[in-house]
């Protein structure tokens, strides 16, 4: 069993890289995918410790892009439209340098931003403050760790209500933050030698819209999209198979992973199992994945 989807508390997630590899190890995983928000910190930490347990560590990366009309990144005009997040994989070559330059650039605007949202939730009469956020996401402080300040100091009833009247994008106290464009995130993973699938497509306005999905789907690959997140936690069977039709008719591979965060994040969904038991991902899924990098290398 693998799980290719998780995340630590380098980003939004509950367990240290330790934590979580000494979890997957305990339940037998043969291989982990840390694919953290836009950093490979968590990978970084991560990888001796999983050597020490044998365990196969995949350098992933959950990137933060934003739909855009031409592969150059510039955001579409007039309304903001939701992130689209795009995963990354095999990063651990030398090409990600230049990737990871951007990512430092990416989280000086992450701080920015939560910089200017404190101001906006103090000026909306939400006594919060950042040293508080801070002190729940130390290492990358993000809109779930405002969500929880908020659900903790009784100013919403639920992590839900707090990105619907405070943090979503088209919220209150919404703050926009600087992102690449969508076909520019594709690009720079796949500049970094890495695998670029779209992750979990449920999440699209458009992911259960056979029609509109098989738009973005097409772009994307023409693009240069490598594949896309067929197995997730939110995914039912009909999702599912939606999804895996699009990625053969289309070319992509199928990735899959759990989606892990750890229960105060994500409350109900288990490292390797997802939902109810939901995921069950055999090693013969990545195998496929390393399938056109091993075509590449050999051609080389």
């Given amino acids: 069993m693998i799980d290719l989807h998780t995340h630590t508390n380098q980003s939004d997630g509950d367990l240290s890289p330790e934590q979580l590899v000494e979890a997957a190890a305990g339940l037998g995983l043969e291989a982990l995918g840390i694919t953290d928000h836009d950093t490979l910190e968590g990978y970084d930490l991560a990888a001796p410790i999983a050597a020490r347990h044998g365990l196969k560590l995949v350098c ?64 909306l009469g939400v006594g919060i403050t950042l040293e508080e956020v801070r002190l729940l996401g130390w290492h990358q402080t993000g809109r779930p760790h405002f969500a929880q300040v908020l659900l903790q100091k009784g100013y919403v009833s639920s992590m839900q209500e707090a990105f619907d009247r405070y943090l979503a994008d088209h919220a209150q106290a919404a703050v926009p933050r600087e992102e690449p464009g969508l076909h520019e995130g594709i690009r720079r993973i796949r500049d970094a030698g890495g695998l670029a699938s779209l992750a979990h497509p449920v999440r699209l306005p458009c992911g259960r819209d056979p029609a509109a999905l098989e738009s973005l789907v097409r772009d994307l690959a023409q693009s240069g999209m490598d594949g896309i997140e067929v197995y997730h936690s939110e995914h039912t069977a009909s999702d599912v198979e939606l999804y895996r039709s699009l990625a053969r008719k289309y070319g992509l591979v199928a990735t899959g992973g759990s989606d892990f965060h750890g229960e105060n994040a994500k409350p109900g969904i288990q490292l390797g199992s997802g939902r109810n038991g939901n995921i069950s991902l055999g090693y013969e899924l990545l195998a496929e994945m390393m399938e056109p990098r091993a075509s590449q290398d050999a051609a080389a």
């Fill in 60 to 123: 992933g990366i959950e990137l933060s892009t934003r739909p855009s009309p031409d592969p150059a990144g510039k955001p579409p005009a007039g309304r903001r439209e939701p992130s689209i997040h795009i995963l990354g994989y095999f990063l651990d070559g030398p090409p990600a340098e230049d990737l990871r330059h951007g990512l430092l650039e990416m989280q000086e605007s992450r701080r920015k931003r939560n910089r200017l949202l404190i101001a906006k939730l103090q000026s």
